[in-house]
């Protein structure tokens, strides 16, 4: 574990280090499109993001290669080389696109020839478990297909999702958390070494992510671009790809005497791998069919951009740009570590109790875009500040106090008493507010001018 979180960390901390110089080099290049229609943001902001992710990829690629415990992933699987190969052709695609804004057909054709590229290397769907069957070896040719059909469809799902800041990065970033946590416990707790090389992908992933994360999020300084999405899109297919039909049921010891329905439950751990990727996915992969459906219904090209996306419709019902993040990540969350969870204790009522409470949850705050969380006053200094409770300012005081005084100085008849006039520090705060830059402040010096009655 301490190899991978090292692994995590140097990936994290290179990707962050060089983000910041990867700005500055896009809008030194013009990478700096101009807001068009369905976009959020309100200001030009650099993309080329994937350039610094690509950087912490190789970085995590290269550290893990030089440690003990992990080497062994270099030295007897040819699938990291795979991964750094197809990765480094989809990221110099985006990286095109994002400067050049090339053709849809041209950026589906890399990503094809990018998964091609994988699968001549060894990085391929050999065989499934399939439900009542049992174990199916695939053909080469069928091998190919499944295997370019799901990092083609995992590419797309990440970048249709990747339409608010900080959203694509923390989705893939908690899928990628859930994914280590089921690879892990099967290397270390079946000793099943098939599982490593997608251990550490989803490592190096969450590091990309989070070191990426601190530029993104909202209000964002800069955005990965197709460099950027594509690419993590591609690692966390190539995760998925290298653990889905290597789970060895005679290794984790399943078949277990009892009933046909025990031995479904015992069975669940292999059926994960095939499912677990699509429910990595499910979000962005629910995004991607409805909005192939709503444009081909609408008589588009699939591949023409619009404001339907779901993060369009939270923020279209009223939430707010960091609410609608938070909301995507909660059920990104939800789906993710609980099928992991159910893969671990399937038979385990208490689990569904879980997510049945957690959906409620999540149900609710959807209902609810208006409402807004107020933290209490001994954490308040832990929260934003949209979530601490509201203080009265100076300004605010001192018009109640104005207000005060001059009931106070009422006659017994109920009329005004004449009230001495106020210095200028009093009008001056009085008027103008904590900032004092209004039109009111300063002709308020020279009252004379405005009286109908004065001379000059």
């Known amino acids: ?17 060089l983000t910041g110089p990867v700005r500055k080099f896009a809008i030194a290049v013009g990478a700096m499109p101009a ?42 699987s040819n699938e990291p080389r795979a991964l750094l190969s197809g990765a480094a052709l989809i990221w110099l695609i985006g990286v095109l696109d994002d400067k050049f804004e090339i053709d849809a057909l041209i950026k589906l054709g890399g990503q094809m020839i990018a998964a091609a590229v994988m699968v ?96 993104n999020m909202h209000p964002a300084r800069i955005f990965m ?19 889905t039909g290597q789970v060895d049921p005679d290794v984790m010891k399943l078949f277990l005497e009892g009933s046909e329905r025990q ?19 499910a979000i962005p992969a629910a995004d991607l069919v409805l909005a192939i459906v709503r444009r081909t219904w609408n008589g588009q090209s699939p591949f023409a951009a619009d404001r339907g996306h779901l993060h369009h419709r939270l923020l279209e019902i009223g939430h707010s740009h960091s609410r609608s993040v938070l ?37 609710i705050l959807l209902l609810m875009p208006r409402f807004t969380p107020r933290a209490p006053l001994w954490a308040e200094s832990f929260v ?9 300012t100076d300004a605010e005081e001192s018009a109640d106090a104005a207000d005060v005084s001059a009931r106070d100085q009422q006659g017994p008849d109920g009329s005004h008493m004449a009230s001495p006039v106020p210095d200028r520090a009093s009008v ?10 209004t039109a009111i402040g300063p002709r308020s010096r020279f009252a004379d001018r405005d009286r109908a009655d004065s001379p000059r």
Do not use: K
């Not at 059909?149 to 797309?156: G, K, R």
């Not at 009522?349 to 949850?361: D, E, K, N, P, T």
């Not at 934003?384 to 009265?392: C, G, L, Q, S």
């Open 1 to 17: 574990m301490r190899d991978y979180l090292l692994t995590l960390c140097v990936t994290a901390a290179v990707t962050y280090l």
């Open 263 to 281: 031995a479904t439950h015992a069975m669940l751990p292999v059926f994960i791998p095939l499912l677990l990727p699509l429910t990595i996915i």
């Open 428 to 437: 001056s705060v009085g008027v103008s507010g904590v900032n004092g830059a």
């Open 225 to 243: 671009g197709d460099s950027g999405s594509m690419l993590i899109g591609l690692v966390l297919a190539a995760g998925a790809i290298s653990v």
């Open 384 to 392: 934003p500040p949209r979530y601490r409770r509201r203080r009265r």
């Open 120 to 215: 001549i290397q060894g990085l391929t769907i050999l065989w499934l478990p399939i439900p009542g069957v049992g174990t199916v070896a695939l053909t080469q040719w069928q091998g190919t297909l499944l295997t370019v059909a799901l990092v083609v469809i995992t590419i797309n799902a990440v970048n249709f999702v990747d339409g608010l800041d900080g959203l694509a990065a923390g989705m893939v970033c908690i899928a990628s958390a859930a994914f280590f946590l089921y690879t892990y416990r099967l290397w270390y707790g079946y000793g099943i070494e098939a599982a490593a090389p997608a251990t550490l992908f989803a490592a190096i992933l969450m590091g990309m992510c989070l070191g990426f994360l601190p530029h």
């Open 327 to 363: 909301i995507m990540y909660f059920w990104s969350a939800l789906i993710a570590f609980g099928a992991v969870g159910y893969s671990v204790h399937s038979a385990s009522l208490w689990i569904v109790l879980v997510i049945v409470g957690l959906s409620a949850v999540g149900l």
């Open 35 to 76: 807001i068009r229609a369905r976009d959020v943001h309100r200001e030009p902001t650099p993309r080329l993001g994937g350039i610094a992710m690509f950087g912490g990829l190789c970085a995590g690629l290269i550290v893990a290669d030089h440690l003990f415990n992990l080497n062994s992933v270099f030295e007897l």
